[in-house]
């Protein structure tokens, strides 16, 4: 898999997450009633600095979760064919029963992901409303699914990937194009 170009650097990602933070202030209105919850892996950081930057701004602290799919994936059995899974589990800090919660992801892509963190949701509680927030959308979608906050739209192809690198995981920042 060779690099084909960076689409993010450092001061993009931190420019789109900011106003990200300040669209999904003003979606609703402040804060009053979210929590954040960020999908494993790369998803939770972004959670995470998504709600710093929305104390920031509201002056006021927004809880912030982590959501483990693993068990919700639909393609868990091919996966679970090559090795058992690594459930690490979620983390909620308090009820999301009447919330509106933001999920939060590095990629959208065909959706599946998505698909799984909602049936995850679900399981935990009835959220009023969950809204999607993800740094890059790439398209190719195959389940009826948008995202209410995008940092980057990103056309590419089939035989493209997009890499999100974060320095809490992968020790640098960017996003970039790869061809498979």
């Known amino acids: 898999m060779s690099q084909k170009a960076i689409v993010l650097d450092e001061k993009a990602i931190h ?7 300040h669209e999904i202030i003003e979606k609703n209105k402040g804060i009053e009633g979210c929590i954040v919850v960020g999908i494993r892996t790369r998803g939770s ?15 006021t ?13 639909d393609d868990l059995s091919r996966k679970a064919a090559d ?11 308090c009820d999301i ?10 990629v959208l892509y065909t959706g599946r992901t998505v698909r799984a963190a909602l049936d995850a949701l679900v399981d935990i509680g009835r959220p009023s409303a969950v ?38 995981v992968d020790k640098k920042e960017q996003v970039s194009i790869h061809e498979k």
């Open 15 to 21: 420019r789109a997450l900011t106003r990200i933070a």
């Open 45 to 59: 950081y972004l959670a995470k600095r998504l709600a710093e930057r929305i104390k920031k701004i509201e002056g």
């Open 61 to 73: 602290k927004i809880p912030v979760g982590e959501l483990d799919i693993t068990l919700y994936r």
């Open 83 to 93: 090795r058992d899974p690594l459930v690490k589990g979620s983390n909620i800090p």
């Open 97 to 106: 029963n009447n919330k509106k919660v933001i999920l939060v992801d590095d």
């Open 131 to 168: 809204q999607l927030a993800v740094l890059v959308d790439r398209g190719h979608r195959e389940l009826p699914i948008r995202a209410d906050y995008v940092g980057k739209n990103i056309p590419t192809s089939s035989s493209e990937r997009i890499v999100v690198e974060l320095l809490e």
